[in-house]
Antibody
Framework: QVHLVESGGGLVKPGGSLRLSCAASGFPFSDSYMSWIRQAPGKGLEWVSYISLSGNVIFYADSVRGRFTISRENAKKSLYLQMNSLRAEDTALYYC??????????????WGQGTVVTVSS | SFVLTQPPSVSVAPGKTARITCGGDNIGSNPVHWYQQRPGQAPVVVIHYDRDRPSGIPERFSGSKSGNTATLTISRVEAGDEADFYCQVWDSNTDHPVFGGGTKVTVL
């Protein structure tokens, strides 16, 4: 059974930090590009970041570059998102997603159920 | 930056056909993927690479593309098709994936 399970969300004050985790199972994690995608309350999908198989290729959306860091531990089949300098506009449901093929054409074919991040004083 | 434009909403009677468009520069030269997101659930791919259906997706879902507009067509619409639908394309200039704003399909 293919599964992605996110954790680590919560309530944090503006300027604070949070680390999200995503545990994968049921597919070859170390052979997979992985991504974080978020959805603000009542809004659409916004891609946040993706990382290559070994972590040597990483891209970020302009809205989070310099504040968020994506990483992975293939031995633990885990994906992470370190979020610093959080802002109210980062409030969203954060999904972990598997990318079917390399950069430039693939689809996000496996999604977790998401973890909620709320940035508020 | 690359923008994909979708109508905010589409309403359709049961048994009829719903068409959702996705427009943007350079769509014609990049594959378009479509996702269905039912309320409270994660998105699911219903069409990938313009017109291909992943396994398990009903034949009622089809995709097409003409010029800089892609279209997701849902035939013989059912109540269970009510959801938000998003198109997605890769921006070849930045290597960033881009989502359309989403279309809410309401079954009357």
């Amino acid at each position: 059974q293919v599964h992605l399970v996110e954790s680590g969300g919560g309530l944090v004050k503006p300027g604070g930090s949070l680390r999200l985790s995503c545990a994968a199972s049921g597919f070859p994690f170390s052979d997979s590009y992985m991504s974080w995608i978020r959805q603000a309350p009542g809004k659409g999908l916004e891609w946040v970041s993706y990382i290559s198989l070994s972590g040597n290729v990483i891209f970020y959306a302009d809205s989070v570059r310099g504040r968020f860091t994506i990483s992975r531990e293939n031995a633990k089949k885990s994906l992470y998102l370190q979020m610093n300098s959080l802002r109210a506009e980062d409030t969203a449901l954060y999904y972990c997603a598997h990318l079917t093929s390399g950069v430039g054409e693939g689809t996000f074919d496996i999604w977790g159920q998401g973890t909620v991040v709320t940035v508020s004083s | 930056s690359f923008v994909l434009t979708q109508p905010p909403s589409v309403s359709v009677a049961p048994g009829k056909t719903a068409r959702i468009t996705c427009g943007g520069d350079n769509i014609g030269s990049n594959p378009v993927h479509w996702y269905q997101q039912r309320p409270g659930q994660a998105p699911v791919v219903v069409i990938h690479y313009d017109r291909d259906r992943p396994s398990g997706i009903p034949e009622r879902f089809s995709g097409s593309k003409s010029g800089n507009t892609a279209t997701l067509t849902i035939s013989r619409v059912e109540a269970g098709d009510e959801a938000d639908f998003y198109c997605q394309v890769w921006d070849s200039n930045t290597d960033h994936p881009v989502f359309g704003g989403g279309t809410k399909v309401t079954v009357l």
